[in-house]
C-alpha cells in the first residue's frame, strides 16, 4: 500500500483546524450557493452519453482551471479525455481526490416522450433539480468545485494536495455482439485507464448518488451473453425447424430457478448474491417470417461478493450450463462473459469512513450511515481505486428523491435536491481540511 490512512487522516493542532472549519463553512455564501447551483445546471444542458464526454470534460476544464488549478486532458482514446485538475499539485503531504464519471446512464436520445429528468437540460422545481445526470452524477462536480472555492474565499491554505477528476467510461456497459463502438465502452474504461497512467491519492471520494450516506462497499459483477443456436425454416414450414427460442426461454427459467441456490452458494452476510436475466436478442426483428429462428441470446448479470473471483463465477455458471444442457439434449449453449468488474470492501472502522462521518456532521449538524444492503449491488470506480491501495469510496448529494427514499429516480428520471447540493459542498470542504491539514 502506498501511503498510511492512519497517517493520512490528520489534523494540523484541534485549535487551527476548528477555526479554518468555521471560516470555510461561513464562506458559503449567496454568491458561491448560486454559483453550484449554476454549475450543476450547465452540466446537465450538457449531453454526454457514454463516449461523448468530451465536452463536459473541456467544461470541467475550463471551471477548474478558474480556480488556479493546473489540468491535464489525459486522453483514453480519440475525443474522450479524462479531465484532472490538481490544488497544490506539487505537496509531498496527504492527498484526497474527489472523482466522478463524465458519462450519463442513458442519452437522453431513446424516445421522442421522455420525462424531463431524462433530458439533458436542467429544471428547478421547488428546490429540486431535474434533468439527466442531475442525480448520477454530475450534480457532484458542482459540489467539488464548492468545497474548493469555499476554501479558497476563506483564504485557506492548504498542506496536502487536492485532486479532481473527472472519468469517460463508468456506466455499466460493453461492447457485446453487433453492440460496438465507443457508446458501449464504459465499464469503468477511463478509471482503469487513470490509475494506469498515474491517476493517484491516498484516499478517494466519488459523489455517486447514495443519498449522503456512504458507501463503503460493492459487489463484484459480471456480464455473460448465453447463447444457442436453431435452424431456421419459413413460416409455411416451420414445424420442421429448431426454435432457438425456444431455448432461450427455457435457459432463462432455468437461470432464474438457480438464483436462490446460487445466492445461498456465494452471497455473504454484508453483499449478497444476484442472477438477473437483463435482456434476450434472438432471430430477425426486421422479418419474422424466418421461423423459428435461429439464433437466441440471453443476456446475464451476476453480482456477488468480492471475495469470490470472477473466475469462479464464470466457472460455477460454465458448470450449471453444462448440467442444463446434459439434462435436455440439443440445448448446446455457449457462454461469453463480455464484461467483468471487481468489488470493493473499505471497513466501517477505518479512518478514512470514520473522517467522512465527521466531515457529514460538521457540515449538516446530524450523523450520516451505510447505504442499505441492497445498494452494494451498485459498482463504482472506487473498486479501481482500491485495487491500487488507495483507499475509496462513494459518498455524493444525489440518489434521493421528493418522497425521501433513496433512489436516483422519480416518476420523472433523475432528479437532486438543492439542499445536499450545496450540503455536499460543505462536507467535502471539511474532509478536505481533516486530509490534507493547513499550511503553516
Not at 147 to 153: G, L, N, P, Y
Not at 199 to 206: F, N
Not at 352 to 376: D, G, K, M, S
Not at 402 to 428: H, P, W
Request: hydrophobic share 40%; glycine share 10%; with cysteine.
Amino acid at each position: 500500500m502506498a501511503h498510511d490512512v492512519e497517517r493520512n487522516v490528520i489534523d494540523n493542532g484541534e485549535a487551527p483546524l476548528r477555526a479554518a472549519q468555521a471560516k470555510v463553512l461561513n464562506a458559503q455564501t449567496k454568491q458561491i450557493s448560486d454559483e453550484i447551483i449554476e454549475m450543476a445546471c450547465d452540466l446537465i444542458n450538457i449531453a454526454s452519453p457514454t463516449g461523448e464526454e468530451q465536452e463536459v470534460g473541456n467544461y470541467l476544464a475550463r471551471r477548474f482551471g478558474a480556480l488556479g488549478m493546473p489540468v491535464t486532458m489525459q486522453e483514453v482514446e480519440p475525443l474522450r479525455n479524462n479531465m484532472i485538475a490538481h490544488l497544490n499539485p506539487d505537496s509531498t503531504g496527504p492527498s484526497i481526490m474527489f472523482n466522478g464519471h463524465m458519462d450519463t446512464s442513458t442519452s437522453g436520445r431513446e424516445s421522442t416522450d421522455l420525462p424531463i429528468g431524462l433530458l439533458p437540460h436542467a429544471v428547478i422545481e421547488d428546490g429540486w433539480l431535474y434533468g439527466l445526470g442531475a442525480s448520477n452524477m454530475k450534480a457532484a462536480f458542482s459540489s467539488y468545485y464548492g468545497a474548493i472555492r469555499m476554501i479558497e474565499a476563506a483564504g485557506i491554505k492548504l498542506s496536502g494536495r487536492v485532486t479532481v477528476s473527472g472519468v469517460v467510461g463508468e456506466i455499466e456497459k460493453a461492447p457485446v455482439a453487433r453492440y460496438q463502438g465507443s457508446f458501449f465502452r464504459g465499464g469503468g474504461c477511463g478509471a482503469n485507464y487513470g490509475v494506469q497512467h498515474g491517476l493517484l491519492a491516498d484516499v478517494v471520494v466519488i459523489g455517486e448518488p447514495t443519498g449522503m450516506r456512504i458507501q463503503n462497499a460493492a459487489s463484484s459483477y459480471m456480464f455473460c451473453r448465453v447463447g444457442t443456436k436453431g435452424v431456421a425454416q419459413h413460416t409455411w414450414s416451420r414445424e420442421r425447424g429448431v426454435d432457438a427460442l425456444n431455448k432461450g426461454v427455457f435457459i432463462i427459467n432455468a437461470l432464474r430457478e438457480w438464483e436462490p441456490e446460487f445466492e445461498r452458494l456465494v452471497g455473504g452476510a454484508k453483499i449478497g448474491a444476484r442472477l438477473t436475466v437483463g435482456a434476450i436478442d434472438g432471430g430477425y426483428p426486421y422479418k419474422p417470417s424466418i421461423a423459428p429462428a435461429p439464433m437466441c441470446d440471453v443476456f446475464v448479470d451476476i453480482r456477488f461478493p468480492p471475495d469470490h473471483s470472477i473466475l469462479e463465477i464464470a466457472n460455477l455458471l460454465r458448470h450449471r450450463l453444462e448440467a442444463l444442457a446434459a439434462d435436455k439434449p440439443g440445448l448446446d449453449p455457449t457462454l461469453e462473459v463480455f464484461l467483468c468488474r471487481n468489488g470493493f470492501l473499505l471497513p466501517p472502522e477505518d479512518p478514512f469512513f470514520q473522517a467522512v462521518l465527521q466531515a457529514h456532521v460538521l457540515a449538516v449538524e446530524r450523523e450520516t450511515r451505510e447505504v442499505e444492503r441492497n445498494r452494494y449491488f451498485v459498482s463504482a470506480d472506487a473498486t479501481t481505486f482500491m485495487e491500487y491501495g488507495m483507499k475509496a469510496l462513494a459518498y455524493g448529494p444525489g440518489g434521493l428523491t421528493k418522497d425521501g427514499s433513496y433512489q436516483m429516480y422519480d416518476q420523472r428520471g433523475e432528479v437532486c435536491s438543492i439542499r445536499n447540493l450545496l450540503a455536499c459542498a460543505r462536507s467535502y470542504a471539511m474532509l478536505i481540511l481533516m486530509q490534507c491539514g493547513i499550511a503553516t
